[in-house]
């Protein structure tokens, strides 16, 4: 039914209730079909306009019978009742339908609200961590940055110590050398003195050996100083 046919069919069960004509109003009319003013009103004025002309018209000289008629607006009114009473069921099954749909709209949005806000929670511990991990990543090059020249400088260091060490095992074996050529020399000599002294021509009495030459490249001594 559309609003004209509603509107109609309250106003005629009005009618048959025993309301007048001029008691019919949009007020009245809205409370039994709802709706607003602005789609009742012209239809109501149309309504209205219609009984009037019906009442204007010539009735018919034969009606129908007394109980026939009232039998007629019995069921019309019982009629219009079942039709109020199906319309306010569906609409308080409508208004149900959609309460509950507002409740669980608002559950669900409060349930996102909540999944939002630990995802807020979860995105800021991650930031910190981040930031944190970044900060510990830089200390860790800053530290690997000073052991890197630590280790360049101990390298330096070990370089220096290892030709230093070259150059004291060098000396060592030329002092070795020298040793070994000093201690050569000193036998040959110690050999020679022997020879030299062991010799029976090279042997002058004690008062003319100041006047006896020497051998090329030797000093006379006594016996007893030759060096064994």
Do not use: Y
């Not at 019919?24 to 009319?29: L, Y």
């Not at 806000?117 to 860790?140: F, G, P």
Request: hydrophobic residues 35%.
């Amino acid at each position: 039914m559309n609003v004209s046919e509603k509107v109609a069919a309250a106003a005629d069960a009005m009618l048959a209730e025993g309301c007048e004509l001029k008691d019919v109003k949009n007020s009245r009319i809205q409370e039994r079909v709802g709706g607003s003013f602005r789609d009742i009103a012209p239809a109501l004025r149309e309504w209205k306009l219609k009984q009037e002309k019906e009442r204007q018209a010539p009735q018919p000289t034969g009606g129908l019978p007394e109980p026939l008629t009232q039998a007629v607006t019995r069921a019309a009114q019982l009629m219009w009742q079942h039709a109020s009473s199906l319309a306010q069921q569906r609409v308080e099954a409508a208004e149900g339908a959609a309460t509950q749909r507002v409740v669980e709209t608002q559950t669900e949005m409060e349930d996102l609200i909540e999944v939002l806000s630990k995802r807020d929670e979860e995105c800021a511990r991650h930031t910190t961590a981040l930031k944190e991990r970044d900060e510990t990543i830089e200390a860790l090059r800053s530290e690997n940055k000073n052991l890197t020249a630590n280790l360049a400088a101990q390298g330096q260091r070990l370089s220096q110590m290892e030709e230093l060490q070259r150059n004291l095992a060098k000396a060592e074996e030329e002092a070795k050398k020298e040793m070994r050529t000093a201690s050569e020399l000193r036998g040959e000599l110690r050999a020679l003195q022997q020879k030299f002294n062991s010799e029976p021509s090279r042997q002058q009495p004690p008062n003319e050996s100041s006047q006896q030459p020497s051998a090329p490249g030797f000093t006379m001594v006594p016996k007893k100083d030759v060096v064994r």
